[in-house]
């Protein structure tokens, strides 16, 4: 039995967007809709912006890490979660992913050449960026007080930078995986509005005009509309 049949949510707070008619009872009956937990403002942003692409209803949960709601399906306390059925999914890249292989959208199929590249891209935001991003926040606000190092983040800076600047000089589309946008261009460019708000932001023009590309996408515009 999964952890979501063994416990009775009764969610708080139920935000539902992603509806054409805005027919809430609607969406309520809707076979398979996805349930997706966590603040807008987290990699949880990620899963908003891959369903809003992908035109899937949803409902949009926003708890917060560490609550007693996401522990409950997330041992670990991080979000985001995503809700499929029964099913309890972790991890924004490999929700992301899920959902872009279950519905065959800015994803390429499994097993082709296309797709492992697609995956190496992934890995890598994850390790180049990503990484970088988490190491200065949890420096900064998510260790304990006194195992936060502030010395380490002018060479956490330093690395993001170089890391942006190969990954733009690399870069020969209009997106990361061509002409066409594809879900790492979810994850790389969420990470650079992420690098802005946690005060880490690239002087790599090219990226910011990237970023900048990205976020003017009417699934963005839409999310920051209705997201609390
Ligand atoms: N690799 C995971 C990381 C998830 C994660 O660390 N989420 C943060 C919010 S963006 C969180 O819930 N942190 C709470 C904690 O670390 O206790 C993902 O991409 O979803």
Known sequence: MSNYR????????????????????????????YKILGVAKSRTFRVLWMLEEIGECYEHIPSKPRSNEIKKLNKAGKVPVLLDGEEILTDSS???????????????????????????????????????????????????????????KPSLKWEFEKNIDRIMDEKESKFLMGEEFMLPDIILAHCGSWARSAKFPSENKRFNDYIKFCYERPAVKRLIKSTP
């Open 94 to 152: 490999a929700i992301i992913s899920y959902l872009g292989n279950k519905h065959e959208k800015l994803s390429f199929p499994s097993g082709t050449i296309e797709r492992a590249r697609q995956d190496a891209m992934v890995f890598r935001l994850i390790d180049e960026v990503d990484m970088i991003l988490w190491a200065a926040a949890r420096h900064s606000f998510i260790l304990p007080e006194e195992q936060r190092v502030n010395a380490i």
């Open 6 to 33: 063994k416990f009775n949510f009764d969610f708080t707070f139920v935000c539902i967007i992603n509806d054409k008619d805005r027919s809430v009872d609607r969406i309520r009956g809707t076979k398979n809709l």
